[in-house]
T-cell receptor, first 110, second 115 residues
Framework: GQNIDQPTEMTATEGAIVQINCTYQ??????LFWYQQHAGEAPTFLSY????GLEEKGRFSSFLSRSKGYSYLLLKELQMKDSASYLC???????????FGAGTQVVVTP | DTEVTQTPKHLVMGMTNKKSLKCEQH?????MYWYKQKAKKPPELMFV???????INESVPSRFSPECPNSSLLNLHLHALQPEDSALYLC??????????????FGEGSRLTVL
């Protein structure tokens, strides 16, 4: 079966750092994606890892360990606009089958 | 143009109605998707079209019927829906090649209410 776990909610203050963990167990694996979704809007792509290691994109970084079935998204210098749901998604085959986690609601407080 | 455009944005229909959701992209992407998303839940995959052919159907009831008329367009035909089908329906595309699926580009969604 397919299982992707991430925390339900995290709260942090403006300017801080937050790390959202994601563990996955899938029958196939072709990469791990992170998306941001503001309430009432469509998800938008943040980052992608297919090899082990860290990918950095401005204030956002994502890490992958394939052997551990583990990824995290690091958000630095938090801003109020970063309050959103963050979805971890595993690409489980070569046909485009993405399996999404339930999402982590990040609340940024002043 | 990096947009996926969905119409209508909102749709209210009765259980006996027939309606369609439409999706369009002009990024040259060769994979297009329909997802269903309920409030505070992750998107659930319904269908994947790859090079205009249906490649994945996630055991979706036949009251949902997808159609891909060409590489830029994707439709979802709705007939005899149930109130529990009320949800946000998201279309997405990805720059699929033989070696890489690429990330999903989502449209803003069509919010469907079935009365």
């Amino acid at each position: 079966g397919q299982n992707i776990d991430q925390p339900t909610e995290m709260t942090a203050t403006e300017g801080a750092i937050v790390q959202i963990n994601c563990t996955y167990q899938t029958s196939g694996f072709n990469g791990l994606f992170w998306y941001q979704q503001h309430a009432g809007e469509a998800p938008t792509f943040l980052s992608y890892n297919v090899l082990d290691g860290l990918e950095e994109k401005g204030r956002f970084s994502s890490f992958l360990s394939r052997s551990k079935g583990y990824s995290y998204l690091l958000l630095k210098e938090l801003q109020m606009k970063d309050s959103a749901s963050y979805l971890c998604a595993a690409l489980t085959d070569s046909w485009g089958k993405f399996q999404f986690g339930a999402g982590t609601q990040v609340v940024v407080t002043p | 143009d990096t947009e996926v455009t969905q119409t209508p944005k909102h749709l209210v229909m009765g259980m006996t109605n027939k309606k369609s959701l439409k999706c369009e992209q002009h990024m040259g992407h060769r994979a297009m998707y329909w997802y269903k998303q309920k409030a505070k839940k992750p998107p659930e995959l319904m269908f994947v079209y790859s090079y205009e052919k249906l490649s994945i159907n996630e055991s979706v009831p036949s009251r949902f019927s997808p159609e891909c008329p060409n590489s830029s367009l994707l439709n979802l035909h709705l007939h005899a829906l149930q109130p529990e089908d009320s949800a946000l329906y998201l279309c997405a595309s990805s720059p699929r090649t033989e070696t890489n699926t690429g990330e999903l580009f989502f449209g803003e969604g069509s919010r469907l209410t079935v009365l």
